[in-house]
């Protein structure tokens, strides 16, 4: 997959991030260092991932979710057993 950020030839436009607490802006600049981009480029390939590839079709999943609720709905796990069943994985 080709970053839309690398189509040239389209106008593109320009958009000014103010007061970015110092945190994000560490952790930003470090992920960006870690991956050989630039700031701009590293802010650009956060925002793709994030509005991007990160759409879910509701459509899709739902029936998966009523499905797996529905095999648990006949049994609820008391903090008892949620405990033996973790502790018996380890003895």
Request: net charge positive.
């Amino acid at each position: 997959m080709i970053p839309l950020w690398l189509h040239f030839g389209t106008t593109m436009a320009n958009l000014t991030i103010k007061n970015i607490p110092d945190d994000l802006y560490q952790r930003l600049k470090k992920r960006a260092e870690l991956n050989r981009r630039s700031m701009n480029a590293e802010v650009l390939v956060c925002l793709e991932e994030t509005l991007i590839t990160s759409q879910i079709d509701a459509t899709t999943i739902l029936p998966r979710i009523r499905e797996l609720r529905a095999k648990s709905a006949r049994h609820l796990l008391t903090d008892e057993e949620i405990l033996r069943i973790k502790n018996e994985g380890r003895s």
